[in-house]
């Protein structure tokens, strides 16, 4: 096993009911910025008990984060932390909200150019807190210190990541996500699964704890996937469904193991260039990530053949190529097509994304360093 720090102090409050122990979690006296997206938390009444809950506080509001959250329009709420004197910061949404509130808290400190923080990496010396009320299990955002900020301008997607913009606390309320179209579940079972995929699947260590929690991630999502897909109010499964996805990528399974996250970054092209959602990307890029590098992953590919997906006959290239092949199934058994040309892409857009990650310096991707833009090429073509 490599060695690690592993940090995490957020708290989760995990629930039906849990927002209404808001209060307790936030100082009286904090003068609070309420965060959120599109409208979802006005129609599903996430807004109304968020509001009940801090009804002895002092609230001010910053609605329309998109999706993909842009920088333009989070400094219009660095602006309002700044003016009201803003001291704590409560996202209530989906992982767009509770990114783009981690970039606020991080930029209405810093003094110097807010698009820095992503293209530079320039480090993070204060951030105002913040905690998040939860309503799309995907991301993981809600107990973890990144955020990915896209600017609009010039259609760039960047994170940034610093233990100050951990939440304090973070509620999971599951029924708070019932109100969640197919869709986004069928993007939040990708990410979460990627997320996994993505600290699993590159070469053992020597860490089988780490393994078999993985794993176990990957089971409860292809068991509990389908049934919180094909019945929405199902607590239990949608409960399931959620703690996985923060567990994902929680710290947890990743500490002391490789990681690889090629998919992430070439994913983020996608939604950079395209506008697809972001668990959508990840299921046209990981199959082909996990093709190309076969010989690098083997023997994790295999342990994923025979411990997540049962395939323990057929000589090492067929299970290799049956695992690879559940997971494309399993993808698009819950509704996200794996295919570029699924979402109209031009081939076109190939040699784009490998001149922008090239421009980058994005060369050397991979838990080996050795996706370099040759390897998105032909990733990106395995995809077609
Ligand atoms: O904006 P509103 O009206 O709230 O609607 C949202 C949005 O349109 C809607 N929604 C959220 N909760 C709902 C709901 N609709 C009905 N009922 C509810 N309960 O869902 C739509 C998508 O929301 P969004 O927050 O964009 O989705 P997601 O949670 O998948 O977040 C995606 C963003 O997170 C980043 C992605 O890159 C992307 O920008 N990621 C963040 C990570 C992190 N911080 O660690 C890691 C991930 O790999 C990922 O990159
Ligand atoms: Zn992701």
């Given at each position: 096993m490599k060695n690690f720090t592993f940090y995490n102090p957020v708290k989760i409050l995990f629930g039906k009911g849990q927002i209404a122990r808001l209060a307790a979690e936030i100082p009286v006296t904090a003068r609070i910025l309420l965060t959120y997206g599109g409208g979802s938390i006005k129609a599903n009444g996430v807004y109304d008990q968020v509001k009940a809950a801090l009804a002895g506080h002092t609230v001010f509001e910053f609605g329309g984060i998109e999706p993909n959250p842009h920088l333009e329009t989070l400094l219009k709420a660095v602006e309002v932390v700044r003016a009201e004197n803003i001291d704590f910061l409560l996202a209530v949404g989906g992982g767009s909200v509770a990114d783009g509130t981690k970039f606020i808290a991080a930029a209405a400190r810093f003094e110097a150019d807010p698009w820095d923080i992503l293209a530079k990496q320039a480090p993070i010396t204060a951030a105002v807190p913040l905690g998040t009320v939860l309503t799309?299990?995907?991301?993981g955002s809600e107990m973890n210190g990144t955020a990915v900020v896209t600017r609009a301008a010039t259609r760039e997607k960047l994170y940034f990541g610093s233990p100050l913009v951990m939440p304090v606390f973070s509620v999971l309320d599951p029924?708070?996500?019932?109100?969640?179209?197919p869709k986004q579940i069928g993007n939040g079972i990708v990410d979460a699964f990627t997320h996994v995929a993505e600290q699993y699947?590159?070469?053992?260590?020597?860490a089988p704890l780490q393994d078999r929690m993985a794993e176990a991630i990957l089971k409860t999502l292809i068991e509990e996937g389908p049934k919180t897909l094909a019945n929405p109010t199902d607590y239990a499964a949608r409960a399931n469904f959620m703690w996985c996805a923060t567990m994902a990528l929680n710290g947890m399974i990743g500490a002391g193991v490789p990681h690889d996250w090629a998919t992430h970054t070439i994913g983020h092209e996608l939604t950079a260039l395209h506008g697809i959602d972001h668990g959508r990307t990840l299921a046209i890029v990981l199959p082909s990530v996990l093709t190309l590098k076969r010989d690098s992953k083997r023997a994790k590919l295999l342990q994923y053949a025979e411990w997540v997906w049962g395939i323990t006959t057929g000589t090492e290239e067929e299970r290799i190529d049956a695992a690879i092949g559940r997971t494309r199934a399993f993808f698009e058994s819950v509704?996200?097509?794996?295919?570029?040309g699924d979402y109209g892409v031009?081939?076109?857009?190939i040699p784009l994304i490998v001149e922008r990650l090239e421009n980058r310096g994005a060369v050397a991707l991979g838990e080996h360093g050795d996706i370099d833009p040759a390897a998105v090429d032909k990733v990106l073509a395995l995809s077609v």
């Amino acid at each position: 096993m490599k060695n690690f720090t592993f940090y995490n102090p957020v708290k989760i409050l995990f629930g039906k009911g849990q927002i209404a122990r808001l209060a307790a979690e936030i100082p009286v006296t904090a003068r609070i910025l309420l965060t959120y997206g599109g409208g979802s938390i006005k129609a599903n009444g996430v807004y109304d008990q968020v509001k009940a809950a801090l009804a002895g506080h002092t609230v001010f509001e910053f609605g329309g984060i998109e999706p993909n959250p842009h920088l333009e329009t989070l400094l219009k709420a660095v602006e309002v932390v700044r003016a009201e004197n803003i001291d704590f910061l409560l996202a209530v949404g989906g992982g767009s909200v509770a990114d783009g509130t981690k970039f606020i808290a991080a930029a209405a400190r810093f003094e110097a150019d807010p698009w820095d923080i992503l293209a530079k990496q320039a480090p993070i010396t204060a951030a105002v807190p913040l905690g998040t009320v939860l309503t799309l299990p995907a991301t993981g955002s809600e107990m973890n210190g990144t955020a990915v900020v896209t600017r609009a301008a010039t259609r760039e997607k960047l994170y940034f990541g610093s233990p100050l913009v951990m939440p304090v606390f973070s509620v999971l309320d599951p029924e708070t996500t019932f109100s969640l179209p197919p869709k986004q579940i069928g993007n939040g079972i990708v990410d979460a699964f990627t997320h996994v995929a993505e600290q699993y699947l590159t070469y053992p260590v020597g860490a089988p704890l780490q393994d078999r929690m993985a794993e176990a991630i990957l089971k409860t999502l292809i068991e509990e996937g389908p049934k919180t897909l094909a019945n929405p109010t199902d607590y239990a499964a949608r409960a399931n469904f959620m703690w996985c996805a923060t567990m994902a990528l929680n710290g947890m399974i990743g500490a002391g193991v490789p990681h690889d996250w090629a998919t992430h970054t070439i994913g983020h092209e996608l939604t950079a260039l395209h506008g697809i959602d972001h668990g959508r990307t990840l299921a046209i890029v990981l199959p082909s990530v996990l093709t190309l590098k076969r010989d690098s992953k083997r023997a994790k590919l295999l342990q994923y053949a025979e411990w997540v997906w049962g395939i323990t006959t057929g000589t090492e290239e067929e299970r290799i190529d049956a695992a690879i092949g559940r997971t494309r199934a399993f993808f698009e058994s819950v509704g996200v097509p794996t295919r570029l040309g699924d979402y109209g892409v031009p081939t076109e857009t190939i040699p784009l994304i490998v001149e922008r990650l090239e421009n980058r310096g994005a060369v050397a991707l991979g838990e080996h360093g050795d996706i370099d833009p040759a390897a998105v090429d032909k990733v990106l073509a395995l995809s077609v």
